[in-house]
Nanobody, 124 residues
C-alpha cells in the first residue's frame, strides 16, 4: 500500500470522459506497481486497472477494456486513469493503491488502508 490522494472525479453524462489522478507521497514511487479500484455502496471494492512500476504492462477489468487507460509518470509520482465512453454502471468512488507486484493489486482485500477516493457519477 502507498499513501495516495485521488482527484479528478465529477459528474458526467454517459459517453463522456474523465481523467483521474493519483498522487503518491513517496520518494520510492517508481518501484511500485499501481492500481485503480472502485466501490459502490453495498458492494465490495473491485479491481479496475493496474500498471507495472515501469509503465510497460497494464491490465484491465473486462468491463473497462477499450474504454479506460491507466498510465503513470514516475517523475511526478503520479498515476492516472483516463476514462472514455463512460457508462452509468461506472458510477463509483475510485481509489488507487500500490504494491511491489502486480499479483497483489488483483485483490483489493490485500490492502488494509486506502486514500479518500474520488467520486465519479455518470448520468444516463
Amino acid at each position: 500500500q502507498v499513501p495516495a490522494v485521488e482527484s479528478g472525479g465529477g459528474l458526467v453524462q454517459a459517453g463522456g470522459s474523465l481523467r483521474l489522478s493519483c498522487v503518491v507521497s513517496l520518494q520510492t514511487f517508481s518501484v511500485y506497481a499501481m492500481g485503480w479500484f472502485r466501490q459502490t455502496p453495498g458492494k465490495e471494492r473491485e479491481f479496475v486497472a493496474a500498471i507495472t512500476s515501469r509503465g510497460d504492462i497494464s491490465y484491465y477489468e473486462d468491463s473497462v477494456k477499450g474504454r479506460f487507460t491507466i498510465s503513470r509518470d514516475n517523475a511526478e509520482k503520479a498515476a492516472y486513469l483516463q476514462m472514455n465512453n463512460l457508462k452509468p454502471e461506472d458510477t463509483a468512488v475510485y481509489y488507487c493503491n500500490g504494491a511491489f507486484d502486480m499479483a497483489t493489486l488483483a485483490s483489493p482485500g490485500n490492502f488494509p488502508s486506502w486514500g479518500p477516493g474520488t467520486q465519479v457519477t455518470v448520468s444516463s
